[in-house]
């Protein structure tokens, strides 16, 4: 009950992308992970520090007229490991995706260590990070091998 | 293996065979025989931040065997002043050479540049990273005076926290399950992801700012140098750094056989009183670099030495 009710703090949307089941407070970071932030045609809906019984509280995220793509929502799991993301079409769920990291993460953010190889923005080859365990989630740089701080490497968005 | 940036590129078995290699080596790297092995080889030596040891040894081990090398040459006057990338400089050398020998003062630089390149890459130091090449050398050393890598007791002391030699060579050293004692300034100490890989190795790995009252059980000293620039100021230095010291008196006890190495240039960590000890080995040490460097080119280039060799007594 608690959780449709909060689905139902903002409108249903017909076409678009849900992504619940956020920690509390990291909303804005799905955004800014997203590039939805700076998107000013797209029409985003934020509920933040709602009651759920999986989490204690959450947020959630509705992106109208936009499916997000498999790519966008693995970078999710930098701050949103666990959540659970609806594709909607005419107001319907479409399908359900999850978020996975995979291996390595390419070319979502750069390596937090002041002294990598890849400070230098000109250096063309991709920034690797490597995922050393998923629970919790530890990632270390594929060059020089510096294990990543988490709450520092949102700032690093590619 | 492609080319060796970090010592997980390599086996304990790759190690030991590269060791062995090595030892056949030793009469060419004297200049006791002449071994042309890597004729028409090209070396492509890239030190973008000084090198005294590591450059001249890469050289000669690539002399000694036939083969030629090319420099980057000063830093300040090539294209890197430039604004070239690494990249850019790694795709030029590598068409003109069969193999490079990197040095670069940002880490993970040698990774990148084996990513890039298609010759293998052998680190020669990447910022506070890795530097196999030199623990290739130090467990060639070890390996001379114990006849063993295994279960060994490793005093490595001074500067922990941003000496690339001893981030290599306790990797390598718990690999043989050694035990390690980390001694080093509190503002020095090795880094907590290292110390964390290697208690994830089962290492039995001791820290303390202790120096003396651990040699006496030790089979290997290994000492670094520590830098004054690491320090707010010179009095701090003072104090720190004279608790990282030997001097003969200090080694009255050890066991007999206990070697003390440095990866040189040392400053004052180790006295000259101590030059004439049975436990010095640093001036071996920087030669081995010479014999190690060969057994790694060749292993790197595919081309096999020997099983023996003749002209001079190892």
């Known amino acids: ?144 091998q510096r294990p990543q701080d988490l709450d520092e490497l949102i700032h690093n968005l590619l | 293996m492609k080319g060796l940036i970090t010592m997980d590129d390599l086996t304990n078995e790759d190690i030991l065979s590269i060791l062995d290699d090595a030892a056949r080596l030793l009469p060419v790297a004297r200049g006791k025989t ?70 670069h003062p940002r880490q993970g630089a040698a990774r990148y540049a084996q990513d890039a390149a298609r010759v293998p890459i052998l680190n020669g130091g990447d910022g506070a990273g890795h530097h196999p090449t030199q623990t290739m050398l130090d467990l060639f050393t070890i390996l001379q005076s114990h006849g063993t890598l295994e279960g060994l007791t490793v005093v490595l002391a001074g500067d922990l926290r941003y000496g690339r030699t001893v981030h290599s060579l306790s990797h390598a050293l718990v690999r043989f399950g050694c035990k390690l004692i980390l001694s080093s300034p509190e503002l020095l100490r090795m880094p907590t992801e290292i110390i964390a890989d290697l208690r994830e190795h089962g290492a039995d790995v001791i820290e303390t700012e202790d120096l003396l009252g651990n040699i006496n059980d030790a089979d290997v000293v290994y000492m670094t140098r520590i830098q004054k620039e690491r320090f707010a100021d010179e009095d701090e230095y003072t104090k720190v750094a004279g608790a990282y010291k030997l001097h003969d008196r200090d080694v009255a006890n050890v066991k007999a056989e206990m070697i003390i190495m440095h990866p040189l240039p040392r400053v004052d960590e180790i006295h000259p009183s101590v030059d004439s000890t049975r ?36």
């Open chain 1, 1 to 144: 009950m608690a959780d449709e009710h909060n689905m139902r703090r903002v409108t249903a949307i017909r076409n678009g992308t849900v992504i619940d089941h956020i920690p509390s407070g990291q909303s804005l970071k799905v955004l800014e992970l997203l590039n939805i932030a700076r998107d000013t045609s797209v029409p985003v809906s934020l509920v933040m520090n709602v009651p759920s019984k999986k989490m204690g509280s959450k947020d959630i995220v509705k992106v109208e007229d936009r499916e997000l793509t498999q790519t966008e929502l693995d970078r999710l799991a930098l701050v949103a490991p666990d959540s659970s993301i609806a594709i909607i079409r005419a107001y319907t769920v479409a399908e359900k995706l999850e978020v996975n990291l995979g291996k390595e993460v390419r070319n979502v953010v750069q390596c937090t260590f002041s002294n990598c190889i890849t400070q230098n923005l000109r250096e063309p080859l991709p920034h690797r990070l490597r995922v050393t365990s998923t629970d919790p989630l530890t990632l270390r740089c594929h060059y020089c």
């Open chain 2, 34 to 103: 002449y071994l042309p092995l890597l004729e028409g080889k090209i070396l492509g030596n890239l030190f973008f931040e000084p090198s005294t040891r590591t450059r001249m040894s890469f050289e000669t081990a690539m002399k000694r065997l036939g083969g030629d090398v090319v420099n980057l040459g000063d830093v300040k006057t090539s294209s890197v002043v430039k604004g070239e990338t690494l990249f850019d400089t790694i795709q030029m050398v590598d068409g003109y050479t069969d193999i490079i020998a990197m040095r």
């Open chain 2, 279 to 314: 436990h010095a080995r640093y001036f071996e040490q920087a030669f081995n670099g010479v014999v190690a460097r060969m057994a790694l080119l060749c292993r790197l280039l595919n081309i096999e030495v020997p099983a023996e060799i003749h002209g001079g007594e190892a």
